[in-house]
């Protein structure tokens, strides 16, 4: 048989594995028919986001693709979600992990496995891809990590730079609801009973999570970067420009010998379906690095530059982008960068040397940060980073000289600082932005700093108040080039709303000096090239109510109260194979006025349906934050309905210390 011959597959819609301590999960399998008398290598993909109706459209893209070129794929819903019995205490447990272990230990025992299994995932998936390869289970020979990270509490959807990011509450929300959903009836006998189970112990985990404000051993669990040695199995690591996770793949390849990297002008999906475009045939790159590592097939992986990355031509701001033009180019692992330094100089200028001597004082209102965009673009809504130029206004800038020559950026801008503030509780966005000939400003990438955690995020103080301090910032990665007769800008300001949670009070800071590095990409590999996207055939529905997505700002003119809207109505779908019916709306609000960072408030609302055979299932869940200057302050409710009687509700108050956040 060829690599190029497509074997027939069967599905398994609910293939029960049982794990050590008796519980069942719930998989959905793909594997070539004849996979019993010719063994096939598994892939694994391993989540809480429910098979039967939450990533079916990117599963039916995926995993009949890899089986029909023998692979056996296991999508296996995480306990407590989805089909699978048992209950889930929080993100990436230790029990979560063990399971993964124990499914990769059953599926290399298998008649119809070879005994190599592969892990793959995007965001969650990606992030337990990581931490199961920490664990070194012995079958386990190669993954695939897309969109995620290796120190949980600088780099995910908790923190940043020290602050507290409103993903927090966001997120939280979101699997609030997600994870309280039923099974599929038609699968469980006891689906009512499991329901009511995870129901009566679903947890409210941004209380969990406001409860670990420093980089603990709670972060410190999970957090690959703890332990890259302990990995061995070979990791291929993928991200995009335009997801809050971009940082992970330079980490990666230049941590872990033999990884490769590829990061594209993507959002949070994975490259053969993503926007903007352009995409690539992610699927015949993945299959090579699986064919290499799970078959024992020489199909060149290793002889890809190590990380393979995109360098966006600079555009306008726009909030959505249907595609991104620029150029692929290839770096090597610790490749030696070269790099432009510029100065922040008296008159708000941006310049290679004569550093300013003249302080700059910024006290930003407390709704700046407008423009940021959300943290992680991923519902496909308008999403991304506007115009700057509102923020731009209420923040300190230094812009350069017109460039006389392309300015292209690969890598992770540093800023250094000397500053003071007026308080002891601080916070900094540092943005750094392009300037087009007629002002409009495209933020290029951006960073956070609480002042508290200056010199780190485990035993964070307070600022000494009107001292100079120095300050280092390294801003996201990016590959961006500014074109000849534009310019560059650094924009500073003291409050991110609603990108992160405010300081409790107020602080006007004197920056006395500071600094711009720009890394370059290198041009010491060959230029990549991808094959276009190649899928499965999609997934089949009937659509009930159609997709739309949402955002607005109101101001109360009498109050001054300023609000970003937020509604994300996913649509409702039936599923033309089995006919289950699913549908989700999300709402946030994000309230803060101007003056006063402790007015700021955020609410989220969610509504989720399942219907079948005459029963309809809806869960409707509500969590709020707000914050006083020591404590936050949290409440939610899960309300669960069957045929519209409810069945439970569960109230949730939180007051949680405030630790130099």
């Known amino acids: 048989m060829t690599q190029d011959t497509l074997r027939d597959i069967e599905e398994e819609a609910d293939l029960g594995i049982i794990m050590p301590d008796g519980t069942r999960l719930s998989a959905r399998m793909w594997r070539p028919v004849d996979a019993t008398d010719d063994p096939v290598p598994v892939i694994l993909e391993h989540l809480p986001y429910r098979k039967r109706d939450g990533t079916c459209g990117r599963d039916a893209l995926t995993h009949p693709y890899f089986a029909a070129r023998g692979y056996a794929c296991l999508r296996v819903d995480m306990r407590g979600n989805g089909d699978s019995h048992g209950l889930m205490a929080d993100e990436y447990t230790q029990t979560e992990l063990d399971d993964a272990v124990s499914v990769i230990k059953w599926a290399a025992a298998q008649p119809w496995c070879n005994g190599h299994v592969g892990m793959m995932g995007i965001s969650w998936g990606g992030f337990n891809s990581l931490q199961v390869a920490a664990m070194a289970p012995d079958a386990l020979k190669a993954i695939i990590t897309l969109c995620s990270t290796v120190d949980r509490f600088a780099d995910d959807i908790h923190y940043k730079g020290g602050c ?3 993903e927090n509450l966001g997120w939280g929300a979101t699997m609030w609801s997600y994870s309280s959903r039923a099974p599929d009836p038609a699968l469980r006998p ?7 189970e995870r129901l009566e112990n679903e947890p409210f985990l941004p209380s969990t999570w406001l409860r670990h404000q420093t980089r603990d051993a709670y972060w410190q669990h999970g957090s690959v970067i703890e332990s890259y040695d302990t990995i061995k199995a070979k990791v291929m690591a993928v991200g995009g420009w335009g997801d809050a996770y971009k940082n992970a793949v330079p980490q990666l390849v230049n941590a872990l010998p033999g990884t490769k990297g590829i990061i594209g002008p993507w959002v949070h999906k994975y490259p053969h379906f993503a926007v903007p475009e352009p995409r690539i045939g992610f699927l015949q790159e993945a299959l090579r690095w699986w064919d290499r590592w799970l078959k024992g097939v020489d199909t060149g992986v290793e002889d890809a530059p190590d990380l393979r990355a995109y360098v966006m031509d600079g555009v306008r701001p726009a909030r959505w982008y249907t595609e991104r033009a620029g150029h692929w180019v290839g770096q090597a692992q610790n490749a030696q960068q070269a790099g432009t330094t510029m100065h922040l100089k008296d008159g708000g200028t941006l310049g290679p040397d004569a550093p300013m001597r003249t302080p700059t004082t910024v006290a930003s209102p407390a709704d700046t ?3 940021a ?7 496909l809504g308008p999403e991304l980073p506007g115009d700057q130029r509102t923020d731009d206004a209420m923040s300190a800038c230094w812009t350069s000289e017109v460039l006389d020559q392309d300015l292209s950026i690969l890598g992770a801008p ?3 600082l000397t ?3 007026d308080q002891p509780q601080g916070q900094i966005a540092v943005r750094l932005n392009h300037i087009h000939p007629d002002g409009a400003s495209t933020r290029i990438t951006y960073g956070v700093l609480n002042l508290s955690h200056r010199d780190g995020s485990a035993n964070p103080a307070p600022m000494p108040v009107d001292t100079p301090v120095d300050i280092a910032l390294a801003l996201d990665h990016i590959g961006y080039t500014v074109p000849a007769g534009h310019r560059i800008a650094i924009a500073i300001s003291t409050a991110y709303w609603p990108l992160v949670w405010p300081a409790p009070q107020a602080a006007t800071l004197q920056i006395n000096a500071g600094s711009l590095s720009i890394p370059h990409p290198t041009g010491d590999q060959p230029r990549p090239t991808f094959p276009p996207p190649d899928a499965a055939p999609p997934w089949q529905t009937e659509t009930l109510r159609p997709e739309a997505h949402t955002r607005r700002e109101e101001t109360d003119m009498t109050t001054g109260l300023v609000t970003l809207v937020i509604e994300d109505d996913f649509g409702k779908v039936r599923d033309l194979d089995h006919g289950l019916i699913s549908g989700s709306v999300a709402r946030e609000r994000w309230s803060i006025h101007p003056d006063d960072p402790l007015s ?5 609302h969610w509504t989720d ?4 055979d005459g029963v309809s299932l809806r869960t409707e869940t509500h969590s709020e934050m707000w914050s006083d200057g020591s404590h936050f302050h949290l409440r939610a409710s899960l309300e669960a309905f069957e045929n519209d009687k409810r069945i439970h509700f569960r109230e949730i108050a939180d007051t949680i210390p405030r630790n130099e956040i």
Request: with cysteine; proline share 0%; net charge neutral.
């Open 414 to 416: 540093k800023v250094q």
């Open 190 to 196: 006891d689906w009512r009973e499991m329901w009511l």
């Open 609 to 612: 349906e399942l219907e079948r």
């Open 419 to 421: 500053l003071s503030s």
């Open 369 to 371: 940060g407008r423009a």
């Open 164 to 166: 507290l990011l409103n």
């Open 600 to 604: 700021a408030r955020g609410t989220c």
């Open 373 to 379: 965009g959300e943290y992680c673009a991923i519902w």
